[in-house]
């Protein structure tokens, strides 16, 4: 499986985003897609997950009631929309996938995940 993330770029505070994930290759495989990011002199920290068998979604309570984690499996695509944007979410956002399903307390693990995409940067202005 191939992940391409896409969709970052400079916003000002308040505004939004839409990033995506493209998943080439064997993606009838993949049960759980993650969205991870990690801001500069910090860890990689657990955004959003999407469990494809259960049809359940998750996030960091940061992040809740602002970013929505969506799936087009037409296009084999995993979409994070990001709305009312802070300058604490600068961060360079990864998408990452596992091939069999994953317990909720797991998905903020990144180990847990098979295949990673390259990360796209998102930059929030004051």
């Known amino acids: 499986v191939q992940l391409q993330a896409s969709g970052g770029g400079l916003v000002q505070a308040g505004g939004s985003l839409r990033l995506s994930c493209a998943a080439s290759?064997?993606?009838?495989?993949?049960?759980?897609v993650g969205w991870f990011r990690q801001a500069p002199g910090k860890g990689r920290e657990f955004v959003a997950a999407f469990r494809f068998s259960v049809g359940d979604t998750y996030y960091t309570d940061s992040v809740k009631g602002r970013f929505t984690i969506s799936r087009d499996s037409s296009k084999s695509t995993v979409y994070l929309q990001m709305n009312s944007l802070q300058p604490e979410d600068t961060a360079i956002y990864y998408c990452?996938?596992?091939?069999?399903?994953?317990?909720?307390?797991?998905?903020?693990?990144?180990?847990?995940?098979?295949?990673w995409g390259q990360g796209t940067q998102v930059t929030v202005s004051s």
């Open positions: 290759g064997r993606t009838f495989s993949t049960h759980v």
């Open positions: 990452a996938t596992r091939t069999r399903n994953l317990i909720v307390s797991a998905l903020g693990t990144g180990e847990q995940y098979d295949y």
